[in-house]
């Protein structure tokens, strides 16, 4: 039987779940086998729930699995491209946390919780403020060039600092300082509401405290490897391990070789491709590279 991703869902917190264009839903268990076989030929994925009406190939080694013309479009109706000043939604402003000295800011909208977080591999995060749209880009930008923090993060940096972080309680307070600063700020757009610091939170939504993903992603049982990421699917290729952690949209798989080797699959790659199950195969066998293991965050 042949499937095709429709991505990796963390709708559920506790329990993230690869997501199948027909509509089915696997969730990610750590300790269960994973494996998949790509066959064919990648194709575009459409944009905005449309088919790509030429059916392009793309390169194995893209995450967004579209052509350019339907890059285009898709990113023409997103929020990143401002196109959508009169949104009527609540955005919240939030600083993301993935590694010593390394925190970017960014928005998203307030009813999905703490799901772009988590999307984004986020180990941390705190609440600055929520309002309008445009004020809340407005802060965005403020924040990110007073606080000297980016808006964008590879991840392949996220992943090289992944297996070797600080503690809980040492995130914890650099956010909590970097919340103080950012509120003690002049500027903020008067339409905006800022977000005091409160208690601790466990989730994501509506808790006015530092939120760590560190449990819910595994990072501990990352045991400092960086492990070996998979750079691209091919015709026929192989990915195949025992599920060890997830963060963000990579998964962390045990493929057995080498006394334990990590494999690194970054599940957008799965995207555009007709997939099947493992069987008969005994490893990973696609194109990978190592994962350098950072130590302290900063590059």
Not at 276 to 284: F, K, L, V
Request: glycine share 16%; net charge neutral; charged share 25%.
């Amino acid at each position: 039987m042949e499937w095709r991703s429709a991505g990796l869902s963390w709708a559920d917190r506790e329990r993230p779940a690869l997501v199948w264009e027909r509509g089915d839903v696997s969730p990610l268990v750590v300790g269960r086998r994973v494996g998949f076989r790509a066959l064919g030929r990648r194709e575009c994925v459409g944009a905005r729930g449309n088919a790509c009406p030429v059916a392009a190939v793309v390169p194995g080694r893209g995450t967004q699995a579209r052509c350019a013309e339907c890059a285009r479009l898709d990113r023409a109706h997103s929020v990143a491209a401002d196109t959508i000043a009169d949104d009527p939604r609540t955005y919240r402003v939030y600083l993301a946390w993935f590694g010593a000295g390394m925190v970017k800011v960014g928005i998203t909208r307030e009813e999905r919780g703490a799901a772009r977080l988590l999307e984004q591999g986020a180990v941390a995060f705190v609440w600055l403020g929520r309002g309008p749209l445009m004020a809340a880009r407005r802060a965005e930008e403020l924040l990110r060039v007073t606080l000297g923090v980016p808006d964008r993060i590879s991840y392949a940096k996220k992943r090289a600092v992944r297996a070797a972080l600080p503690g809980v309680d040492e995130r914890r307070g650099e956010l909590e300082r970097m919340h103080g600063f950012a509120l003690a700020l002049d500027g903020w757009p008067e339409s905006l509401e800022r977000v005091a610091l409160g208690e601790r939170g466990v989730g994501g939504h509506g808790e006015h405290g530092v939120v760590d993903h560190g449990e819910v992603f595994g990072v501990e049982r990352l045991g400092g490897v960086g492990g070996f990421a998979v750079t691209e699917l091919v015709d026929g290729g192989v990915v195949l391990g025992d599920l060890v952690a997830v963060a963000g949209p990579d998964l962390y798989l045990d493929d057995g070789g080498d006394g334990g080797r990590l494999v690194v699959l970054d599940s957008r790659l799965l995207r555009g491709w007709r997939l099947e199950g493992a069987r008969g195969a005994e490893r990973t066998n696609v194109p990978v590279r190592e994962v350098p293991v950072v130590q302290g965050g900063l590059f």
